[in-house]
């Protein structure tokens, strides 16, 4: 796609490495300028995501704020709860045309949304859901050709070998 014609996209995210994972992965599938907007709603907001909407924006610390001005995205992509309510609030703000996509189930009616993808496991089902078999991440044909690169090293490697992925600190533990 030409850079003229390429979309102008937002991801918005807590602070989960996860949720900014697929928020990414996604945006760097579709292409365009990406920017990304970290999210963290004061209480009561942050437990009442994605219900409590007025005055949402307002509530996020500057450094939020500073980035949810124009020009306005052409796609704005949330993944997790606290996105899914800052989604809902972009949408009423913007007055330009806005595709908005919440990645993950956002525990509320999907139709807020203009697309939602879901896990299986959320058994999510509406006319505008996707359903997804895992997280959506950024593995491509590039991704496996580097990988693959490594691959000599690993055959020499005695056998069996047993892998354990260990991600990032969170709110219950720091790693």
Known sequence: MPAATQPRIWTLTDQAAGNRQQAAALALALGGATTHVPLRFPQPWRALAPRLLRYALSTLPIASRTLLVPPWPDIAIGCGRQSALALRALKRTVEAPLFTVQILDPRIDPAAYDLVIAPLHDALTAP???????????????WLDAARRHAPALAELARPITTV???GSHRQARL
């Not at 505008?128 to 590039?142: E, F, Q, R």
């Open 128 to 142: 505008n859901v996707l359903t997804s078999l895992g997280a959506l991440n950024a593995i491509d044909a590039a």
């Open 165 to 167: 992925l260990i991600g």
